[in-house]
């Protein structure tokens, strides 16, 4: 029997057609995965004037992962008003290694943990451990990291905002104000993210999620380009007059 009294789907609210204008302009690197080489590379051409915010995932999957965190420590202090680096959700994995490696380290060694461990010149290590091994393993990793970087890994932001632009790592969930987020979120994503856009004039850039190309739709900026296996890495330019472009480096 047909139901004709079936309550019927709102329809979906309008995306708010408000252009992203940062205060001052803004340069949002995305996800650079242990590539070095690209992320100077790309640095060197963004406009001496900008903001940079790099959206998190430094390690993993690529070769140089402490190559990557070691640079990004020593430009975020030398140009500590101008540059932000934000925490990803590869970073967590790696600080939850470094807390609990007996429980947390099969998991991030299968998301690419092991090409971080050889950067580091921990060698050894394998997804499926016994317990006592994977704390030996999180101990070398310790004792491997320069001074300072396992304070300054645990203490990024997982979020900035200029005017109605915010920047994280993976997204945030529309139906909720961007004050009220949780760093979840932030780091994680949520299923309505990548499918519905924002009504409140906020727009949100991000990395995490990987696009073959760069773009600006639906109150979301994606910057993604797979670095580690595509060779691009890209970075997104916000005006305070509305205008969003990209910027991309190639190996």
């Not at 996800?31 to 004037?49: P, R, W």
């Not at 632009?165 to 309505?192: I, K, N, Y």
């Amino acid at each position: 029997m047909l139901n004709f009294f079936k309550k019927k789907s709102a329809p979906a609210k309008p995306a708010d057609n408000r252009p992203c204008t940062p205060d001052s302009p803004v340069s949002i690197v995305g996800d650079v995965h242990g590539c070095l080489s690209l992320a100077q590379s790309l640095y060197e051409k963004l406009d001496a004037e900008d903001q940079v915010i790099f959206v998190g995932d430094f390690v993993d999957r690529g070769e140089d992962s402490a190559g990557v965190l070691a640079w990004l420590r020593d430009l975020q202090q030398a140009n500590p008003d101008r540059v932000t680096c934000l925490m990803g959700n590869h970073e967590v994995m790696m600080i939850e290694f470094l807390d609990d490696p007996a429980r947390r380290g099969a998991r991030w060694l299968s998301h690419g943990g092991l090409q971080t461990l050889a950067s580091f010149g921990v060698p050894g290590a394998h997804e499926i451990m016994l317990p006592d091994e994977f704390i030996a393993i999180s101990d070398q990793l310790k004792k491997a990291m320069p001074d300072g970087l396992e304070d300054w890994l645990r203490a990024l932001p997982t979020s900035w905002s200029s005017g109605n632009l915010w920047v994280v790592h993976a997204g945030a969930d529309p139906t909720v104000p961007m004050s009220a987020q949780s760093e979840e979120v932030f780091l994680w994503s949520c299923r309505a993210f990548l499918g519905e856009a924002r009504t409140d004039g906020q727009w949100v850039a991000h990395g995490h999620t990987v696009v073959d190309i760069p773009e600006q739709r639906s109150s979301r900026i994606s910057t993604d380009t797979g670095a580690y296996h595509s060779g691009h890495l890209t970075a997104a330019r916000c005006l305070p007059n509305g205008e969003v472009y990209f910027i991309q480096e190639t190996a």
